[in-house]
Every structure is written in C-alpha cells, then in structure tokens.
C-alpha cells in the first residue's frame, strides 16, 4: 500500500485495538498512512496507544448497542473495519461447559462483529471501496477437547465473513477473514489450550506474532483476498 495522506486513505477503525492483534494492526494502519480509531473497552490503554500513534481513542464495548451506536455517531465516514474484538473463556468438556461463557464468547465474537458491521456498513459501501475484516481463528476449524464453545463462536464468525461477502458481492465492499493459528495475546494466554494440543497445533501450523499478523491484513485488504490462513499465508480469494 505504501504511505500516503490520511486525506487520501480514509478512516480505518479497529476494535479490540487495546493490544495484541487489534494493537499492531492499529499500528499498521497508521504506518500506512489512515487516520485510525482505535477501539476497545480498556481507555488506559486505548490512551497509550493514541499517545504513541496519533490513533484517535474510542472507548467500545461491543456487546453494548449503545456503545456501538456512539461508536458510529463518532466515525460518519470509512474505508475499512477490522472486527478484531474476541473472546475466549473456559476450558471445560462439553458435559461440564458453562453455558453463560459460551454465550458471553458467542455475544463477543459473533453479534459483537455483527453489530459494529451493520453500524459501519452505510459508511463503507459510500467509501465505494470499504473493505471488512473479520477476525477468525483456526479453531473455528481444528476442533480441539474443551474448546467446544470458543470454536463454535469462531466457526459462527466464519459463516458471518462467508455470507457477508456473498451479500455485498456488487456493493463495492470487500470482506475478509483472517484465520491465525495459536498467538500469545491477552485474549489466549499460553495455557489455553490443555496440555499436549498447543504444541501439536504449533507443530502442525507454526506460529505467529501480532505484528506479522497486522501486516498481513493490510495485504489482504490490498489484494482483496478472500480468507488468509496464519502463520500459513494460505489464501483463498474473493468471488470477482
């Protein structure tokens, strides 16, 4: 993409911008020249973000309807969207799960990306390029032993970027989902997975960081690919 003004690249708002992914990818995009709004629930660091970066702070929680709404109320006009905010909670088989931690990840991963997206879209397709990142995850498709819920929440995400992009096929408004493997974040943590699985996932999919992750996003939207695998850039493109 290169450098440009941020008159000529347009606004980029990234949720789940207080660290990890949402953070370098928020980094990224300043780098590359947008004016960002950085979202997330944690305003300290949203803060230190903003200081570093010039990426203008919006506190979001996105299961709140109201925050959404104020969310869009602040960013009348954008280009692209990264639905980066997500959840992972317990590690319970299925025959002890809770179902009010599944519901929480369902609420956060899922409804949370579709609110802020239909929020966000009218803005998007008057871009006339608007692009929409949904965050996935591997495990939306590697079922592994007490991570029933957290799969079932990405696997929902994958369905929502999919029918998404069929949808918008002729609005001018490119979807993608990105789809990285096991990452230390906030979010994961390195005991997330039980013992013995993690390391067979890093094994079968190598590993990758935040930043890696961010730069490959900004490719994906570039190149308007359909779906990214990481750290495996294995990549499925958009219907044209």
Request: charged share 20%; glycine share 10%.
């Amino acid at each position: 993409m290169g450098r440009g003004s941020q008159a000529t690249r347009g606004i980029a708002v990234v949720t789940g911008a207080s660290s990890g992914i949402g953070a370098a990818t928020a980094r990224r995009l300043v780098a590359e020249g947008f004016e960002v709004v950085a979202a997330a629930r944690r305003r300290d660091r949203l803060d230190a973000l903003s200081a570093e970066t010039g990426a203008r702070a919006v506190t979001l929680d996105v299961t709140s309807p109201d925050s959404v709404a104020a969310l869009a109320a602040e960013v009348p006009e954008a280009r692209i969207l990264v639905n980066n905010a997500g959840m992972a909670l317990g590690l319970d088989p299925v025959a002890e799960a809770d179902p009010d931690e599944w519901r929480t990840m369902y609420e956060v991963n899922v409804i949370g990306a579709l609110r802020v997206t239909q929020a966000l879209l009218p803005a998007l397709v008057r871009s006339g390029a608007g692009h929409v990142v949904v965050m996935g995850s591997t495990a939306g498709r590697i079922v592994y032993e007490g991570g029933a819920g957290y799969a079932a929440a990405k696997h929902g995400a994958a369905v929502l970027a999919e029918t998404l992009r069929l949808e918008l096929l002729r609005s001018g408004v490119h979807v993608v989902e990105v789809i990285p493997g096991p990452i230390e974040t906030p979010a994961q943590g390195p005991t997330s997975l039980l013992p013995g699985i993690r390391e067979a996932i890093h094994d079968r999919l190598g590993t990758a960081t935040p930043a890696e992750i961010s730069e490959l996003i900004v490719a994906a939207v570039k190149e308007r690919q359909g779906q990214v695998f990481c750290p495996q850039a294995t990549v499925r493109r958009t219907y044209e």
